[in-house]
């Protein structure tokens, strides 16, 4: 409305700039970055006080950073053993899991080369890679190679894969694996059969991979949290997690068929 204040304007989002100023070292300029308050320089340091530290390089990184740290879109259990981030990006995410669950290990898929680089620079950064795993895979339908967006004008956090009869031009070769895979790969690897959290954020192709997975496929996991998106209705994939026994204990919708759901296993 034309003649608001900036402040109330944003009079809405005041829990998130009160965490953000309790867990943010630079929380001034992280919050006015992220409500586009004033001029931005980048790349800049994000520091929490829990120690963490993240290059963002553009505004939609600091969103992401926003959304993770001062929105708590997802939760981690701090008694978590095993983690698996999908869509992990420049590892947000993967920081917090290994901060908010110091037992845990975790796997983190990133497909895109420059974006899996970050990744594995954060990690590292943060002193995380004797429990963090990072693999340059796709969740995808298939095993084998799949097609991603790689137009350089497309921010990380948008960048999807091009599943059969999309447009292929102005994309690259990714290597995808199947949920089957993936699961049988991280159960020999970490040798656990259990995981305790599954983080999943891979910008539509969620609706490829889950709605036609058997019940069965989920078996051991323990809560699924995941971004779905507006490309298709999100009934199938609540459904699918439903069937697995997986009871949706919260719902954030932010446009129809859009939003961050979590599911929890039912004793």
């Not at 970050?118 to 895979?137: A, D, M, P, S, Y």
């Not at 790969?185 to 910008?203: A, F, G, H, P, Y």
Request: glycine fraction near 6%; hydrophobic fraction near 40%.
């Amino acid at each position: 409305m034309p003649g608001r204040s900036p402040s109330f304007i944003h009079l809405d989002r005041a829990p998130e700039l009160w965490k953000c100023a309790r867990r943010v070292q630079d929380w001034w300029p992280t919050t006015t970055a992220y409500l586009r308050l004033g001029e931005t320089k980048y790349p800049f340091d994000f520091r929490t006080h829990s120690g963490l530290e993240i290059e963002l390089r553009d505004f939609y990184e600091v969103t992401t950073a926003w959304v993770v740290f001062c929105r708590d879109e997802y939760a981690v259990p701090p008694n978590a053993k095993t983690i698996v981030d999908l869509g992990a990006n420049y590892g947000a995410f993967t920081l917090l899991a290994a901060a908010q669950a110091p037992y845990a290990r975790i796997v983190s898929l990133e497909p895109f080369p420059s974006t899996f680089e970050r990744l594995t620079t954060n990690v590292n950064r943060n002193g995380f890679q004797e429990r963090v795993r990072c693999w340059q895979l796709a969740l995808a339908p298939n095993d084998g190679e799949q097609r991603m967006t790689g137009a350089p004008e497309i921010e990380s956090h948008l960048r999807h894969l091009v599943l059969r009869g999309g447009d292929q031009r102005a994309t690259i070769g990714v290597q995808g694996i199947s949920w089957r895979a993936l699961l049988a790969r991280i159960r020999s690897e970490l040798r656990v059969d259990e995981i305790d959290l599954v983080k999943m954020d891979i910008e539509g192709a969620e609706h490829a991979v889950i709605p036609d997975l058997p019940p069965d496929s989920f078996q051991g996991i323990r809560a699924w949290q995941m971004e779905y998106h507006w490309t298709q209705p999100k009934g199938p994939l609540f459904a699918a997690l439903e069937r697995a026994g997986l009871r949706c204990v919260e719902d954030r919708i932010c446009v129809e068929d859009q939003g961050v759901a979590r599911f929890e296993r039912v004793s």
